[in-house]
C-alpha cells in the first residue's frame, strides 16, 4: 500500500517551470517565511520547520524566518488559526497526520482547506527503546509482545488512532499479532514522548527514525527497526521491520509545507521556488544529513494529486485496523 505513496513520489517531477518565474533577480527568493508548527517543541514538525528555516535563511533564500509553536487538538488549533489569520507569510508545517486525523474527524478541516505549496522530506517510522531496556532486539519485542500485549506500553507523539499509533500497528499486525491489542500511549508531540521513554514512562516508541538518529547516535536508545524496505546509510546496523519479523512491513511519513487559503499565486510560486532551489544547497546537505531525512519533493498541483491518493491509500488501511 504505502509502496504505491512512494511510487507516486519518486515519479513527480523535481523541476517546476511555473516556480522559476518567481525567482527573483538577486539570491534571496522570498523576504519572510513565519513557520507555523502545529505541536510542541522537539518534535517532527518542529524539526522539520526548524531545520527547513535554517538551510532556507543560511543558504539566503529567505530574507529572514521566525517559528511559533501551536499546540492543541491534533493540529487543529495551528490549522483553524492559518485560516482565520490568512497571512501570506505563513508556512505551515504538516505531514501524514493531515490526512489521518481529517478522516478521523479530530478536526473539521482538511487540506482542501489550505493551499498545499510542496512534499519536502520522508521520514521512515522506527521502534525505539531505552539504552537500558531488557529488550535488545525486535525479535525479543515481539516475544514480549505476543507473551502479554497488554504489558508493553508503547508510546507516540500522536493521538490514539495517529500516525505512530498506526505505524505501531501496522508493525504488529504484519509480524502475525492482533494489532488491536496494541497499549498505545499518545503524547502531544514526539520531544515528549521520546522524554517518556527516557523517564520510563513508556517501554518502547515508534517515532521518526530521524526524531531518534541523534539520541541513537549518543548512545541514549535503542532503534530496534526501521520501516524501510532496505537499510539506511546513516544507521547500517539498523534491521528493517521486514528483516527482524514484521515481513511486508513499510512506512514513509511525508513532511511539507501548506500556506494559508486564497494565497496569491505570486507568493504561492515564490515558495516553491525557494524550495526547490534549496535543494541544490550545502546547508540543506547538512541539515539534511544531521536530521537523516529522506528526500523528496512534491510541489503544487502534484502535491495536491498525491494527497488526494494518500487519502484513499491510508482511509483504507485505517478502516482494515478498525481505527475508522
Known amino acids: ?175 502475525g499479532a492482533n494489532p488491536i491489542d496494541v497499549k498505545y500511549i499518545p503524547y502531544d508531540a514526539g520531544g515528549k514522548a521520546m522524554a517518556g521513554l527516557l523517564s520510563g514512562e513508556i517501554a518502547a516508541l515508534t517515532t521518526g527514525f530521524g526524531e531518534a538518529i541523534e539520541l541513537a547516535r549518543q548512545g541514549e536508545v535503542n532503534i530496534l527497526c526501521v520501516t524501510s524496505n532496505e537499510r539506511l546509510g546513516t544507521s547500517p546496523d539498523t534491521p528493517t521491520c521486514a528483516e527482524a519479523g514484521s515481513p511486508t512491513t513499510y512506512f514513509v511519513n511525508w513532511r511539507g509545507f501548506f500556506g494559508a487559503p486564497g494565497l496569491s499565486a505570486e507568493k504561492q510560486e515564490a515558495f516553491v521556488a525557494a524550495l526547490e532551489k534549496m535543494y541544490d544547497t550545502p546547508e540543506w546537505a547538512e541539515v539534511r544529513d544531521r536530521m537523516g531525512w529522506v528526500e523528496i519533493y512534491n510541489p503544487g498541483a502534484d502535491f495536491v494529486k498525491f494527497l488526494e491518493g494518500q487519502e484513499e491509500e491510508i482511509g483504507g488501511l485505517m478502516r482494515e485496523l478498525g481505527f475508522l
Open 1 to 175: 500500500m504505502f509502496k504505491k505513496i512512494t511510487a507516486a513520489i519518486a515519479a513527480t517531477s523535481l523541476v517546476l517551470g511555473a516556480a522559476s518565474g518567481a525567482m527573483a533577480d538577486g539570491h534571496k527568493v522570498v523576504d519572510q517565511i513565519k513557520f507555523l508548527i502545529p505541536g510542541g517543541a522537539g518534535g517532527g514538525w518542529d524539526g522539520t520547520a526548524r531545520g527547513t528555516g535554517e538551510a532556507l535563511t543560511k543558504s539566503g533564500l529567505v530574507g529572514g524566518a521566525t517559528y511559533e509553536n501551536m499546540s492543541g487538538g491534533g493540529g487543529g488549533k495551528a490549522i483553524a488559526h492559518i485560516i482565520e489569520t490568512k497571512d501570506q507569510d505563513t508556512l505551515m508545517v504538516n505531514s501524514t497526520p493531515i490526512v489521518i486525523r481529517s478522516l478521523q474527524g479530530v478536526f473539521p478541516q482538511s487540506f482542501r482547506d489550505l493551499t498545499p505549496i510542496a512534499g519536502t522530506i520522508g521520514d521512515y517510522g522506527a521502534v525505539v527503546v531505552h539504552k537500558d531496556s531488557s529488550i535488545g532486539s525486535m525479535q525479543e519485542f515481539l516475544a514480549e509482545y505476543a507473551n502479554d500485549p497488554r504489558n508493553i506500553a508503547i508510546g507516540g507523539g500522536s493521538v490514539a488512532g495517529g500516525m505512530d499509533h498506526l505505524i505501531a500497528a501496522l508493525i504488529m499486525k504484519n509480524a
